[in-house]
């Protein structure tokens, strides 16, 4: 049976799965990365979905799947938001940890050790992410067909990634691995980051149509995130089943 699961991707990722918390840790990036990825998100999903109230819990009555969910960095604020979140990861270590914090946050979320081909008791989403995980799995045209047979037609996907291009080499490999050792030397390989126009072709193929793309950049100096119009590192698109 086809499988998007690259093993060596999960072992990688299972050896650091007790930082996943750890703000100083290993995936301090993630941390500093999260409050835009969550600010595009719900506006887009706000948007979307008409919603007008900006009550603490404006996601209740979504049910959301973040697959690639590692240690529960999106789908705890997700839960806390009011939506219905299952979050899915191929690395049992990354589900065991997520289930642990999500105890101790005391928020109910469904984690499953699973990937989107292989998940069990069939139900559709109004809502996908798939976050920094395309880049890792195998079989790319499997994995979007899979998400998008667990998209509700009307449904959003959000789908962040990296860029195949001379300045992400130079940034995310160079930059981010071996000069400041912001992440494990061979975290990710470049020749897998795909091109906005490549990602584009694969959402369009499962009629996923694009809302949205932008770029996040990092500001050195606030050190903090932001959107931009520049894609060629980090960018994120928002597409639409129809």
């Not at 979307?48 to 604020?77: M, Q, T």
């Not at 798939?130 to 009307?154: A, P």
Request: hydrophobic share 35%.
């Amino acid at each position: 049976m086809s499988t998007t699961i690259n093993k060596e991707e999960i072992q990688k990722f299972s050896k650091l799965s007790k930082e996943w918390w750890d703000v100083n840790g290993k995936f301090k990036p993630l941390h500093m990365f999260n409050p835009i990825r969550i600010e595009y998100i719900t506006e887009n999903i706000k948007k979307h979905f008409k919603i007008k109230k900006d009550k603490i819990n404006f996601l209740e009555g979504l049910r959301i799947l973040d697959i690639g969910c590692g240690g529960g960095l999106i789908s705890e604020p997700m839960t806390r938001l009011g939506a219905e979140v299952t979050g899915i990861d191929a690395s049992e270590k990354n589900i065991n940890v997520a289930k642990m914090h999500s105890k101790e946050s005391r928020l109910k979320i469904n984690y499953i050790n699973t990937s989107p081909e292989n998940l069990k008791n069939f139900e559709t989403y109004d809502v996908i992410l798939n976050l920094e995980i395309v880049e890792h799995v195998d079989n790319v045209d499997l994995y979007i067909k899979s998400c998008q047979k667990l998209l509700k037609k009307n449904g959003l996907m959000f789908t962040a990634t990296l860029n195949r291009s001379l300045t992400s080499y130079v940034k995310a490999i160079i930059g981010a691995e071996y000069i400041l050792r912001w992440l494990p030397i061979g975290t990710h390989d470049w020749n897998k980051f795909l091109k906005p126009e490549e990602l584009e072709d694969y959402l369009s193929k499962e009629k996923l149509n694009t809302q949205d793309i932008s770029g996040l950049k990092f500001n050195p100096f606030t050190k903090k995130w932001k959107r931009s119009t520049d894609l060629s590192v980090n960018y994120i698109i928002c597409s639409l089943k129809n």
